[in-house]
């Protein structure tokens, strides 16, 4: 296996030892760091390597919208930057600035192809296409990202009611980080708060999309009905459903009350048995409610 294929071997090495699988997402689930990594990391930074400086003020609108505001909501950095731009590429505003979108097509084309969208297999694939030109700039954007991230995000605890959570089912169930951010990122955040000890392997973008990395976890033998995702975007949701998994979602602008009801009363139920169904289909209608589908420029 290559490093690129390699990286997600924790995952595979991981040993089962309880009979409960929970998969939690990081960002903006179980840290309030959404709005600083957005609007002072990636907002900026797409600006910045992507020559946006005229039409800044759409392209935040547009970089907001798509990484906070939207269903899209916790993408992978790589299809969301797509997003940005074609958002972008059919605003009026933009256009009548002089706006002219790049051609991406390169980035496109390896966001279709590959499924562990982090630096690392960037990096492989531009050693194959040493002359394309986005495919470089999308580098020094992730990369400027990371720099960023690293220099501004620190001291955001986890959400109240995550540590109580994670000391009521420690002994009951396995579990891991299933996130679509950096592996680095991740455990700098997770040990920064002393929450790493809790969770059997942080599996970052590097490993593989949400929906892949559970899937390799689930593998090791937990009933479906035992194995349970928890995070704040309708892709999270997404990928438990495609894996059989149950969901519990963290509302985004209700993180704290989600929680307390997760410790108090969900966490109970899933060890229980009488999550799914009704209680679960409620809790998912609430949250599908809460982000939208259209840009409220387009409205
Ligand atoms: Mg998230």
Same mark, same amino acid.
Request: proline share 6%; glycine share 4%; aromatic share 10%.
């Given at each position: 296996?290559?490093?690129?294929?390699?990286?997600?071997?924790?995952?595979?090495?991981?040993?089962?030892?309880?009979?409960?699988?929970?998969?939690?997402?990081?960002?903006?689930?179980?840290?309030?760091?959404?709005? =600083?990594k957005h609007k002072e990391c990636f907002t900026p930074n797409i600006i910045?390597?992507?020559?946006?400086?005229?039409?800044?003020?759409?392209?935040?609108?547009?970089s907001e919208y798509v990484n906070l505001y939207s269903k899209d909501r916790?993408?992978?950095?790589?299809?969301? *930057?797509?997003?940005?731009?074609?958002?972008?590429?059919?605003?009026?505003?933009?256009?009548? +600035?002089?706006?002219?979108?790049?051609?991406?097509?390169?980035?496109?084309?390896?966001?279709?192809?590959?499924?562990?969208?982090?630096?690392?297999?960037?990096?492989?694939?531009?050693?194959?296409?040493?002359?394309?030109?986005?495919?470089?700039?999308?580098? +020094?954007?992730?990369?400027?990202?990371?720099?960023?991230?690293?220099?501004?995000? +620190?001291?955001?605890?986890? $959400?109240?009611?995550?540590?109580?959570? $994670?000391?009521?089912?420690?002994?009951?169930?396995?579990?891991?980080? =299933?996130?679509?951010?950096?592996?680095?990122?991740?455990?700098?955040?997770?040990?920064?708060?002393?929450?790493?000890?809790?969770?059997?392997?942080?599996?970052?973008?590097?490993?593989?999309?949400?929906?892949?990395?559970?899937?390799?976890?689930?593998?090791?033998?937990?009933?479906?009905?035992?194995? *349970?995702?928890?995070?704040?975007?309708p892709g999270d949701y997404k990928s438990a459903r495609a894996n059989n998994?149950?969901?519990?979602?963290?509302?985004?602008?209700?993180?704290?009350?989600?929680?307390?009801?997760?410790?108090?009363?969900?966490?109970? +139920? $899933?060890?229980?048995?009488?999550?799914?169904?009704?209680?679960?289909?409620?809790?998912?209608?609430?949250?599908?409610?809460?982000?939208?589908?259209?840009?409220?420029?387009?409205?």
């Amino acid at each position: 296996m290559s490093d690129i294929h390699s990286a997600a071997k924790p995952l595979y090495d991981m040993e089962k030892t309880s009979d409960f699988l929970v998969c939690i997402d990081s960002d903006g689930c179980v840290f309030d760091t959404m709005e =600083v990594k957005h609007k002072e990391c990636f907002t900026p930074n797409i600006i910045n390597h992507w020559n946006l400086q005229a039409i800044s003020k759409y392209a935040r609108e547009a970089s907001e919208y798509v990484n906070l505001y939207s269903k899209d909501r916790g993408l992978n950095r790589f299809p969301a *930057l797509i997003k940005v731009i074609d958002l972008l590429s059919e605003r009026p505003e933009a256009i009548k +600035r002089g706006f002219k979108a790049p051609n991406i097509d390169s980035l496109r084309e390896w966001v279709k192809i590959e499924t562990k969208l982090g630096d690392p297999a960037l990096r492989a694939y531009i050693q194959k296409h040493p002359d394309d030109e986005i495919l470089a700039q999308t580098l +020094r954007w992730t990369e400027g990202v990371n720099k960023s991230v690293a220099e501004i995000v +620190r001291g955001v605890p986890p $959400f109240p009611f995550v540590v109580e959570s $994670f000391e009521k089912m420690q002994d009951k169930a396995d579990i891991i980080v =299933v996130s679509a951010t950096p592996h680095e990122a991740l455990v700098r955040e997770w040990e920064e708060h002393d929450i790493a000890k809790y969770v059997k392997v942080i599996s970052g973008q590097e490993m593989g999309t949400k929906k892949e990395c559970i899937a390799i976890a689930k593998e090791k033998g937990y009933a479906p009905d035992r194995v *349970l995702m928890i995070g704040d975007a309708p892709g999270d949701y997404k990928s438990a459903r495609a894996n059989n998994a149950l969901f519990f979602p963290i509302n985004p602008g209700a993180e704290d009350e989600s929680w307390q009801l997760f410790f108090e009363e969900a966490l109970d +139920r $899933f060890f229980a048995g009488s999550y799914a169904g009704e209680y679960e289909k409620k809790l998912i209608e609430k949250f599908d409610s809460l982000l939208p589908d259209t840009p409220p420029w387009k409205k």
